[in-house]
């Protein structure tokens, strides 16, 4: 049988192509990736105890109330820019005015239940002994 010039091509090309996977089998680099990733894991404290449950719902509360706190503020702005470009119109300054002052209370009431979740979160980790 006659080997042409394009099929020693194409069996070459074919070599090159599976010799990652021949080095793959012998020295398993997802394996060695996957001991660094634990070494890196145990070096930096996460995985060797598990958090409790405590402390995973304050986190999950305090992101949550993290987030209304940044849409009152952001409310505020708008309401303080409405009145800046009020242009002296009474309905405009009212109305202005009133989301002021609803997102201020807004914002008292969500300082408050920031206050309020992290007393009890954090009576809750101390009678529990797990904190």
């Known amino acids: 049988m006659k080997f042409t010039k394009p099929s020693w091509l194409v069996a ?3 070599a090159i192509a ?4 021949q080095v793959m089998a012998v020295t398993n680099p997802f394996k060695a990736a ?3 990733v634990v070494a890196l894991q145990n070096a930096a404290g ?10 995973i719902i304050g986190s999950i509360i305090n992101v949550l109330l993290g987030f209304l706190g940044i849409i009152f ?3 505020l702005i ?17 109305k202005a005015q009133t989301m002021i002052k609803q997102a201020v209370i807004g914002l008292i009431v969500i300082v408050a239940a920031f206050s ?9 980790i101390n009678v ?4």
């Open 73 to 75: 503020l952001i409310l």
């Open 46 to 55: 996460l995985g060797t105890t598990a958090t409790p449950l405590t402390q």
């Open 34 to 36: 996957n001991n660094q």
């Open 116 to 124: 309020i979740s992290n007393f009890v979160l954090n009576s809750l």
């Open 18 to 21: 599976l010799a990652p996977f």
């Open 12 to 14: 070459i090309g074919a």
């Open 128 to 131: 529990s002994g797990t904190g």
């Open 78 to 94: 708008y309401a303080g820019f409405l009145w800046m470009t009020a242009g002296g119109e009474k309905d405009k300054v009212e």
